[in-house]
């Protein structure tokens, strides 16, 4: 009987996997959905201030987005236990198409990414890498409040989009569904509740991300 045995990664081949994945994550056009949310509503004829108001909302989303790629990267590269890092890899994979589906929404918006998802993909995954190298119970308590935060943040925009926005608002109830599913999912794997502290540090770093890409 054969054994086939998996070739271990080097520092390198770890180094370029990240790079790779960086680029792909912020060069426009790259990232590629394997679902499409459903919704069947045809497309709302918006206002001028409607569109800039959903097109600020959408860049938003895209960066956080971009924050989930790098942060689920960095916590991967860390991470101690093969399951669990394997469960950062499934769930940047999950997380791109919520990338691929707000940049679309933005193209059709005639609108463009933030200008500032270099610095804050660089940020996001230098919080992971150290959040994985605080151990895998903390790692996965950071997926699970960060994953709760975001929930809370489509919940408010879902709350902001025009009625007949049915596009947008089938993008971020979708994106909702399977980011709940990621906090679960990382609280049943023995995620450790996060100090109050660093969950208000969390919601002070998130609100100065949403100000700054709603503009640029």
């Known amino acids: 009987m054969t054994t086939t045995r998996r070739r271990q990664l080097s520092a390198l081949d770890k180094l370029?996997?990240?790079?790779?994945n960086a680029l792909r994550t912020l060069t426009p056009g790259t990232t590629k959905a394997e679902r499409q949310p459903q919704h069947d509503a045809p497309a709302a004829s918006l206002a001028g201030p409607d569109r800039q108001h959903i097109a600020g909302l959408m860049r938003i989303n895209h960066t956080g987005e971009v924050c989930a790629q790098a942060l689920y990267q960095g916590q991967a590269?860390?991470?101690?236990?093969?399951?669990v890092r394997h469960a950062m890899e499934q769930?940047?994979?999950?997380?791109?198409d919520h990338?691929?589906?707000c940049e679309d929404r933005l193209g059709e918006l005639g609108s463009a990414p933030s200008k500032l998802n270099p610095l804050f993909y660089a940020m996001s995954?230098?919080?992971?890498?150290?959040?994985?190298?605080?151990?895998?119970?903390?790692?996965?308590?950071?997926?699970?409040e960060t994953e709760?935060?975001?929930v809370r943040h489509l919940e408010a925009h879902l709350q902001q989009l025009p009625a007949d926005?049915?596009?947008?608002?089938?993008?971020?109830?979708?994106m909702r569904v399977d980011e709940l599913k990621h906090a679960v999912t990382a609280e049943?794997?023995?995620?450790?509740?996060?100090?109050?502290?660093?969950?208000?540090?969390?919601?002070?770093?998130?609100?100065?991300?949403?100000?700054s890409t709603y503009r640029l």
């Open 16 to 20: 370029l996997a990240s790079a790779d």
């Open 77 to 83: 590269s860390t991470a101690s236990l093969p399951h």
């Open 91 to 96: 769930a940047a994979r999950e997380e791109e």
């Open 99 to 101: 990338l691929a589906w």
């Open 125 to 144: 995954f230098g919080i992971g890498a150290a959040a994985g190298l605080a151990g895998d119970r903390w790692s996965l308590g950071f997926v699970a």
């Open 148 to 150: 709760h935060q975001v």
């Open 165 to 174: 926005d049915q596009r947008s608002r089938a993008i971020l109830e979708q």
């Open 188 to 211: 049943g794997a023995g995620g450790a509740p996060l100090p109050p502290p660093i969950q208000h540090l969390m919601t002070l770093m998130s609100k100065v991300m949403t100000w």
